[in-house]
């Protein structure tokens, strides 16, 4: 399974999520961070015990910026999953 890709416009400011409840069965999520490179702006972020989601604002038009969520899980689990997001006109 590849990275899954999302867009956004330059102008929006929109959430973004990781669903990890296939993956963590009755484990929950403890803690959660979001990486946010360079050009992209963290305007928010929360979890429940199995997604974690990011509000982003900011990028450059027709550039792909990686983010990546790391959680630690209620069993001592760290784990990271990435999402591109595209900035594009919408």
């Not at 330059?10 to 963590?24: E, I, S």
């Not at 979001?34 to 974690?52: E, H, R, V, Y």
């Amino acid at each position: 399974m590849g990275i899954e890709r999302k867009y956004k416009d330059p102008d929006a400011v929109k959430w973004f999520g990781v669903d990890w409840a296939d993956y963590l069965g009755s484990d929950t999520i403890l803690t959660s961070i979001w990486i946010i490179p360079a050009g992209l702006t963290q305007a928010g972020a929360g979890n429940t015990d199995t997604q974690a989601s990011v509000k982003i604002g900011g990028g450059v038009l027709n550039q792909v910026y990686r983010i990546a969520n790391r959680i630690t899980t209620s069993n001592g689990e760290t784990l990271d999953k990435s999402i591109d997001i595209e900035i594009i006109e919408e």
